[in-house]
């Protein structure tokens, strides 16, 4: 088992930035891919990032790429959403979560949540 909570949500303006954590507790962190997950009002549930095992590759979601940045530290199981030029079309709930090996889907393990809201 992965238990993954995250944290750093909030509620900013459009163009400001935040950083989202995620700390894993359990079965070895580096073994995963770690990604971000968004959830906004009424949509489903859409991939923002992942990233490999090392930290050596980077995967993102077109309306995210240049903007966010996915890293992670295993030496403290955290894995980051670094979110830049933060939009009103961003505000959704997000989740991080944990994969074997896949990286848009096949996610074993999943956080709480934690809320992002942009005012335009």
């Known amino acids: 088992q992965v238990q993954l909570v995250e944290s750093g949500g909030g509620l900013v303006q459009a163009g400001d930035s935040l950083r989202l954590s995620c700390v894993a507790s359990?079965?070895?962190?580096?073994?995963?891919?770690m990604g971000w997950f968004r959830q906004a009002p009424g949509k489903e549930r859409e991939f923002v990032a992942a990233?490999?095992?090392?930290?050596?590759?980077?995967y993102y979601a077109d309306s995210v790429k240049g903007r966010f940045t996915i890293s992670r530290d295993n030496a403290k199981n955290t894995v980051y959403l670094q979110m830049n030029s933060l939009k009103p079309e961003d505000t959704a709930v997000y989740y991080c979560?944990?994969?074997?090996?896949?990286?848009?889907?096949?996610?074993?393990?999943w956080g709480q949540g934690t809320q992002v809201t942009v005012s335009s």
């Open positions: 990233i490999s095992w090392s930290g050596g590759r980077t």
């Open positions: 359990g079965r070895t962190f580096s073994s995963y891919v």
């Open positions: 979560a944990a994969s074997p090996g896949s990286i848009y889907r096949n996610y074993d393990y």
